[in-house]
């Protein structure tokens, strides 16, 4: 039996001493003979499961510290693929426990290797036959680097991780709270309540190396690769957030309203902070490096020395600079006002997916990574964002 086999038999054999005891309570009796001799044997029983339960719970500890010291390249994983070898036991060991993370989340993934990216340990090694070299330790966190780099998240959306199916998130208005007095009653639940859902959609990038460059045994080169797939996965989702779609998430420049980048004005921009803060939220911009250009040149009035882009800020408001905002008619710059804390990122099972294609640029020496997670977006309250493209 495993663990959580041998707790619930444990469970099991207390309620049956319990219903014993219980028995004879309610009639005012002692216990019988029968009834002796049956306590007597599961508590014999129960002594037995826990001498059991504790060696499992040996064995898992002693499996845990193993996993610890595992070292586990992706360098040398993608080798083994494009080469035809079997992975090494600890290799494949890591593989099926990332791939039985994915499918407790309910994600299905088919490609040769899986890597989680907010747990466990990666190690860099040498991937000639010459040994091993344990070096630095490099972990695939895909949130710190999220973090780090998206204008999004740092101006304050809230990512969820490791999530399982699809979340309902509920949606708390004024219309929910009421006063009452001391002795009141309570009036009951509003009659509809609101929540925005959160479901795995697919996302993949493909990342283009060169053999001769997945042969090396630099941990640099490991670094490089991890950073690479890393920051394509991230640009993606951010790119899908910030645009004019909203085929999978909510993009914040969905129904932007279009402007001559000649014609901007100052009015403009604080109409977008109206429309933010008279539905009682906080307002931050966030705008590509062509508007912030323009935005430099436009005084906040006329005669003003003062430019709607000041010290690094529109109209004084916390701004974030990234060309990951994108619209079909911004050809000329994109901004977008947002209470960024009404969007969600979640992400599923914290597993990348990598298929290996060695074949579709096999001509040009290059191999192609081509990577899979989950991930959704979207924004709790309406009226959350604006978006202005200037064309």
């Known amino acids: 039996m495993n663990k959580l086999e041998i707790l619930d038999a444990i469970n099991g054999k207390k309620e049956e001493l319990r219903a014993i005891i219980d028995a004879g309570e309610a009639e005012q009796r002692k216990l019988t003979e029968n009834e002796t001799e049956q306590f007597e044997r599961l508590e014999e029983e129960i002594r037995g499961l826990k001498l059991e339960l504790r060696k499992e719970e040996n064995n898992e500890l002693k499996a845990n510290k193993k996993m610890e010291n595992k070292k586990f390249s992706v360098l040398e994983a993608i080798n083994d693929v494009i080469n035809g070898r079997k992975h090494n036991e600890d290799v494949q060991v890591y593989l099926d426990e990332t791939r039985a993370m994915a499918a407790n ?89 609101t929540s925005v859902s959160l479901k795995p959609q697919r996302v993949t990038c493909t990342v283009p190396i060169s053999k001769t460059w997945l042969r090396q045994n630099s941990p ?83 005669g003003s020395t003062i430019a709607i882009w000041n010290e690094g800020q529109i109209d004084d408001m916390p701004t974030y600079v990234t060309n990951a905002i994108k619209s079909t008619d911004g050809t000329k710059g994109n901004i977008v006002a947002v209470d960024a804390s009404q969007v969600v990122i979640g992400y599923w099972g914290d597993v990348l997916d990598i298929v290996v294609d060695p074949y579709s640029r096999s001509r040009e020496n290059i191999v192609n990574i081509v990577v899979t997670t989950y991930v959704d977006s979207a924004v709790v309250r309406d009226g959350a964002y604006k978006g202005l493209a200037l064309e």
């Open 105 to 193: 989340a309910g994600l299905g993934m088919n490609g040769q290797i899986q890597l989680r990216v907010n747990a466990g340990v990666v190690n860099a090694q040498t991937t000639t036959g010459e040994g091993v070299e344990t070096v630095a330790t490099e972990t695939w966190d895909l949130l710190t680097a999220l973090r780090d780099k998206s204008a999004i998240v740092k101006a304050g959306a809230q990512v969820y991780s490791n999530l399982v199916g699809d979340v309902e998130i509920p949606i708390m208005g004024r219309e929910t709270v009421t006063f009452a007095g001391e002795l009141d009653m309570v009036s009951g639940a509003p009659a509809t309540f």
């Open 220 to 302: 640099a080169v490991e670094a490089q690769l991890k950073n690479s797939i890393i920051d394509a996965i991230n640009e993606k989702v951010e790119r899908e957030i910030l645009g004019d779609s909203a085929t999978y998430f909510d993009g914040l420049m969905v129904s932007a309203d279009t402007v001559a980048a000649s014609a901007i004005t100052y009015e403009d921009i604080v109409e977008m902070e109206t429309s933010i803060e008279g539905n009682n939220m906080t307002t931050v911009f966030i705008a590509d490096a062509k508007a912030k250009g323009k935005l430099k040149l436009i005084p906040r009035q006329e």
